[in-house]
T-cell receptor
Framework: KAGVTQTPRYLIKTRGQQVTLSCSPI?????VSWYQQTPGQGLQFLFE???????NKGNFPGRFSGRQFSNSRSEMNVSTLELGDSALYLC?????????????FGPGTRLTVL | QKEVEQDPGPLSVPEGAIVSLNCTYS??????FMWYRQYSRKGPELLMY????GNKEDGRFTAQVDKSSKYISLFIRDSQPSDSATYLC??????????FGTGTQLKVEL
């Protein structure tokens, strides 16, 4: 079974721009979660989608948004990029959302904001 | 205070050593406990998943959870150079929102 895939793997943007990252979950998985990983803060939860609905949200500003499509693929968008948004953005998929299920992570998208 | 505290290391041990990695957490509502391993330039991969207090063993890995002291541990026996990675503890109160420790960098030397 193919794992979680994320595109692109690397991105360089400048301050003020916006960016869209994509995640394809493992086939059959309906829950997709997004995390931001930085050296200073570690892995932080952004949001989770299940059946095209946002089920959980972390403590990030509204510039960070996401969506999920009917095929469970998900995108996250960051508008008005700031230098501090430079990070590894990880997507994780799992089968369920009703309990803490095993989450499988993708390789991440490395975003650099200049 | 962070919800999950983890010693960042780095931790360096000789091959064959027993490694002990630890995390403490503050919220007694957490009831799911996980350990992930992350190699450089890769996403985290799940090593151990436990529910509530107790021990769980899988090969060379043993996870321990002590909910009374809000303390979780991962032991690695007979450590190998291939175990060199960052180890992340994660907790959850339910649902798929995980709260991670900052990770401990482990190096196993020949």
């Amino acid at each position: 079974k193919a794992g979680v895939t994320q595109t692109p793997r690397y991105l360089i943007k400048t301050r003020g721009q916006q960016v869209t990252l994509s995640c394809s979950p493992i086939s059959g998985h309906r829950s997709v979660s997004w995390y931001q990983q930085t050296p200073g803060q570690g892995l932080q939860f952004l949001f989770e989608y299940f059946s095209e609905t946002q089920r959980n949200k972390g403590n990030f500003p509204g510039r960070f948004s996401g969506r999920q499509f009917s095929n469970s693929r998900s995108e996250m968008n960051v508008s008005t990029l700031e230098l501090g948004d430079s990070a590894l953005y990880l997507c994780a998929s799992s089968l369920e959302d009703t309990r803490t299920d095993t989450q499988y992570f993708g390789p991440g998208t490395r975003l650099t904001v200049l | 205070q962070k919800e999950v505290e983890q010693d960042p290391g780095p931790l360096s041990v000789p091959e064959g050593a027993i490694v002990s990695l630890n995390c403490t957490y503050s919220n007694s509502a957490f009831q799911y406990f996980m350990w992930y391993r992350q190699y450089s330039r890769k996403g985290p991969e799940l090593l151990m998943y436990t529910y509530s207090s107790g021990n769980k063993e899988d090969g060379r890995f043993t996870a321990q959870v002590d909910k009374s002291s809000k303390y979780i541990s991962l032991f690695i026996r007979d450590s190998q150079p291939s175990d060199s990675a960052t180890y992340l503890c994660a907790v959850s109160g339910g649902g798929n929102k995980l709260t991670f420790g900052t990770g401990t960098q482990l190096k196993v030397e020949l």
